[in-house]
């Protein structure tokens, strides 16, 4: 049924936001009568209003609601009816559709409270509970805590959520006014860039110290590209002008000057000065979606936490060389007293993938992967979509397979096979990965299916049959431990143990016989999975090449 | 029970008079200038004047003049304006008071305590709003209508003994009604607590001071004051106070196994001082966690000049309670300087010495018992047989005991208590081997002993000091359990119990023995007098009494500085702000807790069914600072 007012709630920064577009484009496919409105902290609201498609921005003014409960005393009455007051606008905007793309408790209150017909994504029940509604919902918090075998990016996650999966993707999307290009031009015109100059963009920092590229390296790599006549632009938010500083004094004289623009632009000047790049150098961060956005071709640097399956530059052609050490990817709560990882990625390194990416070399890009992959854990990944629309970003250059490249790559099947009734592909095996903790999951899996059947029995006569209900209902509580502990003692089918977790804390309703039919799926589903995994994993042999694979031009 | 150490110096009379004559025009005669005020104030207050008219003046009420002919009124040796420049004292004071008025918006102000009238005047000058004066104690009025012409100043105010204070219920800032309770500070250091009792009424209910007070009590590591500081922070409790103890005799081992290092003296005693102020930097980092208002420290609590300092900069009010003898226990003299108030159980002499080394307002704060640990037993006959004896002392062995008590040798007599070896020849007597006795474990022998010896200690008498001063703890103790005691005398004893029918009091040993001879004999007269003991104990000398006393000399002295304290609502404040739904889950709280949004979730989320709207907007809250305010609340 065809939504009429539709709420997109996206608590997050310029990243976020972008990658929310996609989803935007989709909704408007799918619903084209719809008001679409976007609930975002006050300070990005000029993003979310040049995504096409959003018709209202809704700001709510975090900051100062900081400030009130900061305040404390007295003033934390003002927090509360602060929030009252942002509920009830909310509530007044009658929606009845709404996706939480803030995966956050917070923001599940927030929907709880708001009384929409249909929430995908976290939310609240009446009494307090996490609700994480939908499939791919569930999917995508599964695959947060399961980062190393991940198959999709957030971007597809955000359009499963909504539906929109089936709808063609434009990439990311953001509007530049005219006039933002002219102030950028102007600015460029006085460092002496002018008009069709090759200009490469460096993104210097980032939101957490352990993201970011040592400003040494980016130094030599700044004076490496000047040495190739190329102009140099430094970009990113007045939170970064410490680091241009430190860049440009770790450079000295350039073969060309650089040019700082650090937090000398607005989040619209962003995007007309990124236009004008031909390729920008950054770690995992806001700017990086705008390039994508606004199709700049994009050299990622990918360290630590950050992964390209899931947060790679969502469009095509995009290079990412990715560091991938055994501790990746690190948890993002954790404090890194030695990210080594940083140092694989050298200077000279990016300096040749830029100079490749530029030409549009593929084929020197690929033997720079090769070559690499002899002597480093560094991977180079070329981004872009598969067959059915969605991220992919197969690696460059032979490399040799990795278990969590074969789970990867089954998981995304088995998901697409399960949410989105695509066939399974045929079996691809490789011998990496060990299918017996699959194929012990699917016998936890049909157990759970014979306990659900005999308490349907059960059920019909509750009350003569109390005691046996109750006797199953314990043995279903013990199952469902030992299915938890399975996925810890085996992280390899963790995904698959957290689904089957969220999806049983969502189960809807309080009948008896409508959950143990819901339970009864739920271990279908399981098993399902768990066999899908193990087709696709099965059997043996040596450890073998892997392709490109196929990619959408 | 508080007295100021702010004695008037009288002046030379001879040199007063003659300065007089030279300095000032003739004075019309007293009487004519109390008929005179007795008429302004008969037209504004009949009753009250008709009141005055008839109040003798005790002698207590001793009225001065500086050297510019300036009166001045002391009342039971407690000053009630400056000795030197009353006016510019009471301009200070109304300066401060004003701007109070202001701040808050009010309307009205209520001066409890009048003195002589400076402090009212100069508030008069100042402020436009109504002034209501109560002074409860007549006298007072009387003396001050004497000493000064003060028909402007009744025909301004509104003079009044403070029974019918004007309406002081709570009333928002700025209202018309908004009205703020003033004191003047001398007035509520009487000893007798009449303008204390008021003020604190008036506040009461008013709200206006809303003083719930966060206090850090700080004990020693071990010693007699240790107990104290565990009495005190319950009885600041039970008034209502949010009250912390920090029980450093944990730290009693860490000290004692100083002697691991095998240390010459000198040295030994570097390391406790190192210890000390480890310690002392740990109360500091206490502090600016909890950010106490006021920080009570007891006698030996382990707090150096650095770790004071500490205190003094995180804004909190430092005050000490001297539970001990001055001349004895002399390291005040380094750290006095570093408290903003110290209350002590001696007075005269003590005041002095410290008045010399500190400008902290000092108050005399005797010591206490407290009724929930000193109490009448029911003992057991085992008990009785374990703990009782015709004749018994709990205490230390100090040199005066180990003397005075050899006089008991032939009584059914038992000595308990530490630091006794080498008393050979009480031996026989001396109970659990010189072992520490429980403050439990006394109160079993206070009750299971027909006649109990109360010597206060001394290392240089031979038995009963003639100069002491101070009483100390054990003689409310004692009192408080009901148990007859025999006491030396000390001067401080009289205001505290009378000698006689409340007590027994001896002058020397010998006295004391003849005393208990006498009182062994006589179980109906030791049964009344104890019985009276306790009552007047109960009445006046619980550590709630003294604790209340503290805390109104610090508040009246400090009430700006705490008032400008930044705290958290209670439960209470933001309920009354709000009404429906979100007063009644605030008033689900206890009212005069602190509000925390970590209460309100911990609420929610342990209460089961569905959440409200405004338990959910307080989850959401508590999400929000979770997600983004978490560094910054630490």
């Given amino acids: ?553 | 029970m508080a007295r100021t150490a702010r004695s008037v110096a009288l002046p030379d009379p001879i040199a007063l008079a003659s300065s007089l004559h030279r300095l000032l025009p003739p004075m019309r005669a007293n009487e004519a200038i109390f008929a005179d005020n007795c008429a302004a104030l008969g037209a504004r207050a009949p009753a009250l004047a008709s009141r005055i008219a008839s109040a003798v003046v005790p002698p207590q009420h001793v009225l001065t003049w500086t050297g510019d002919g300036m009166p001045l009124l002391s009342v039971n040796g407690v000053a009630l304006q400056h000795p030197a420049d009353p006016c510019g004292d009471g301009t200070r004071w109304a300066r401060g008071a004003v701007e109070r008025l202001t701040a808050h918006g009010a309307r009205r102000a209520i001066v409890v305590g009048l003195g002589l009238g400076y402090h009212v005047e100069a508030l008069a000058q100042r402020f436009a709003g109504a002034i209501e004066v109560a002074e409860p104690d007549p006298a007072v009025w009387r003396s001050a209508l004497t000493a000064r012409d003060l028909r402007a100043l009744l025909a301004r105010i509104e003079p009044g003994d403070g029974s019918g204070a004007g309406d002081v219920a709570a009333q928002p800032d700025g209202a018309p009604g908004a009205v703020r309770v003033l004191a003047h500070a001398p007035s509520l250091l009487r000893a007798d607590g009449l303008h204390r009792a008021l003020y604190e009424r008036l506040i009461a209910r008013s709200g206006s001071s809303g003083l719930r007070l966060r206090i850090l009590v700080v004990s020693p590591i071990a010693g007699g004051s240790l107990p104290i500081a565990r009495y005190a922070t319950r009885a600041l409790a039970r008034l209502g106070h949010e009250t912390r103890l920090l029980d450093l005799s944990a730290f009693h081992n860490s000290l004692n196994e100083l002697a691991l290092f095998d240390a010459k003296a000198a040295r030994r005693a570097e390391l406790e001082s190192r210890l000390c102020g480890v310690l002392g930097a740990g109360v500091a980092a206490t502090a600016e966690a909890f950010a106490p208002d006021v920080v009570l420290a007891l006698a030996q609590a382990p707090l150096d000049v650095a770790a004071l300092d500490a205190l003094g900069r995180t804004g909190a009010i430092r005050a000490l309670w001297f539970v001990e003898d001055f001349r004895r226990f002399t390291y005040w003299q380094q750290v006095a300087a570093h408290y903003d108030h110290v209350f002590t159980i001696q007075t005269d002499d003590c005041f002095a010495a410290l008045r010399a080394v500190c400008d902290a307002r000092l108050a005399y704060l005797p010591c206490a018992f407290d009724p929930d640990e000193h109490r009448p037993l029911a003992l057991s006959s085992e008990d009785q047989r374990a703990y009782g004896s015709d004749v018994s002392f709990v205490g230390a062995g100090y040199r005066n005991r180990r003397l005075a008590l050899r006089r008991f040798l032939d009584q059914d007599f038992r000595i308990w208590g530490s630091d006794w070896e080498g008393a050979a020849e009480l031996e026989r007597v001396l109970q659990r081997s010189s072992a520490r006795i429980s403050s439990e474990d006394a109160v079993r022998i206070f009750n299971a002993t027909r006649v109990n010896l109360n010597l206060h200690s001394s290392t240089y008498h031979d038995g009963v000091d003639p100069q002491g001063d101070f009483v100390n703890p054990r003689t409310f103790e004692l009192a408080g359990c009901g148990a007859f005691q025999l006491v030396d005398q000390r001067s401080l004893l009289p205001e505290l119990f009378a000698a006689g029918s409340e007590l027994t009091v001896a002058r020397s040993a010998g006295e004391m023995r003849a005393q208990a001879q006498h009182f062994l004999e006589r179980p109906d007269e030791r049964a009344q007098i104890a019985g009276r003991a306790r009552a007047r104990a109960l009445a006046e000398h619980t550590y709630e009494h003294r604790m209340q006393a503290l805390v109104a000399a610090i508040v009246a002295s400090d009430q700006d500085r705490l008032l400008a304290r930044s705290r958290p609502p209670t439960f209470a404040d933001l309920a009354a702000r709000e009404i429906g739904p979100l007063r009644e889950l605030l008033e689900r709280h206890p009212a005069r807790a602190p509000f925390a949004l970590d209460t309100v979730v911990r609420g929610i989320t342990e209460r089961a069914g569905d959440v409200s709207e405004e338990e959910a907007i307080f989850l959401f809250l508590h999400q929000f600072q979770e997600l983004y305010l978490g560094e910054a609340r630490t």
């Fill in chain 1, 1 to 553: 049924m065809s939504a009429r007012r539709i709420l997109i709630v996206n608590l997050t920064r310029l990243g976020d936001l972008l990658q929310t577009s996609p989803t935007v484009a989709g909704l408007r496919a799918l619903h084209p009568d719809a008001e679409i409105t976007l609930l975002a902290e006050k300070n990005f609201a000029e993003v979310c209003e040049a995504i096409p498609g959003v018709d209202r921005v809704h700001r709510i003014d975090l900051d100062h609601l900081g400030h009130l409960l900061l305040a404390g005393g007295s003033r934390v009455g003002e927090a509360f009816h602060f929030v009252r007051n942002t509920v009830a606008e909310l509530r007044a905007g009658r929606f009845d559709l709404a996706l939480n793309f803030s995966s956050s408790r917070m923001s599940a209150v927030l929907l709880g409270l708001l009384d929409i017909p249909d929430v995908r994504g976290w939310s609240m029940t009446s009494d307090g509970f996490r609700a994480i509604q939908t499939p791919w919902a569930r999917l995508f918090a599964t695959l947060c805590l399961n980062r190393r075998v991940a198959g999709f990016n957030l971007v597809d996650c955000y359009r499963g959520v909504a539906g929109c999966l089936s709808t063609a993707t434009p990439g990311l999307s953001f509007t530049v006014s005219d006039a933002a290009r002219a102030r950028v031009a102007t600015r460029l015109d006085a460092a002496g860039i002018a008009a069709g100059a090759r200009v490469i963009a460096l993104q210097l920092g980032a939101s957490r110290a352990v993201r970011r590229w040592p400003i040494e390296s980016f130094a030599r790599l700044a004076h490496e590209l000047a040495g190739d006549g190329k102009r140099i632009v430094l970009v990113g938010g007045g939170g970064e002008r410490a680091l241009a500083a430190e860049l440009l004094q770790a450079c000295g004289s350039c073969a060309t000057p650089l040019v700082d623009l650090c937090g000398q632009t607005s989040i619209q000047e962003l995007g007309a000065l990124l236009e004008r790049c031909a390729l920008l150098v950054t770690g995992d961060t806001g700017p990086m979606h705008m390039a994508a956005a606004t199709r700049t071709p994009i050299v990622g640097l990918f360290f630590g936490p950050a992964l390209p399956f899931d947060t790679g530059p969502y469009g095509t052609d995009h290079v990412v060389l990715h560091a991938g050490v055994s501790c990746a990817p690190c948890d993002h709560a954790v404090h890194c007293l030695d990210p080594f990882c940083r140092r694989t990625i050298t200077a000279e390194l990016v300096a040749s993938v830029v100079r490749a990416r530029l030409a549009a070399d593929w084929s020197s890009l690929a033997e720079i992967g090769t070559a690499l992959a002899a002597r480093a854990p560094v991977r180079l990944y070329r981004t872009g979509f598969d067959a059915r629309g969605l991220f992919d970003c197969p690696v460059l250059g032979t490399v040799l397979a990795r278990p969590e490249d074969e789970l990867r790559r089954a998981y995304r099947a088995t998901w697409l096979t399960l949410l989105e009734g695509v066939p399974l592909p045929g079996a691809r095996s490789t011998g990496l990965v060990d299918v017996a903790p699959f194929a012990a999951l699917a016998e936890l899996a049909r157990l759970g299916t014979e306990l659900t059947a005999r308490l349907d029995r059960l059920v019909i006569d509750a009350a003569r049959s109390l005691d046996a209900v109750q006797r199953v209902g314990r043995e279903i509580e013990v199952l469902d431990r030992a299915i938890g502990e399975h996925g810890r003692v085996h992280p390899d089918v963790a995904v698959l143990t957290q689904m089957f977790a969220f999806e049983k804390e969502t189960m809807p309703g309080e009948d008896l016989a409508g959950l143990t039919k819901e339970s009864a799926r739920l271990y279908r589903d399981l098993c399902r999975s768990a066999d899908c995994m193990q087709a696709l994993l099965g059997g043996s042999g040596a450890v073998g090449e892997v392709d490109h694979a196929s990619i959408r031009q």
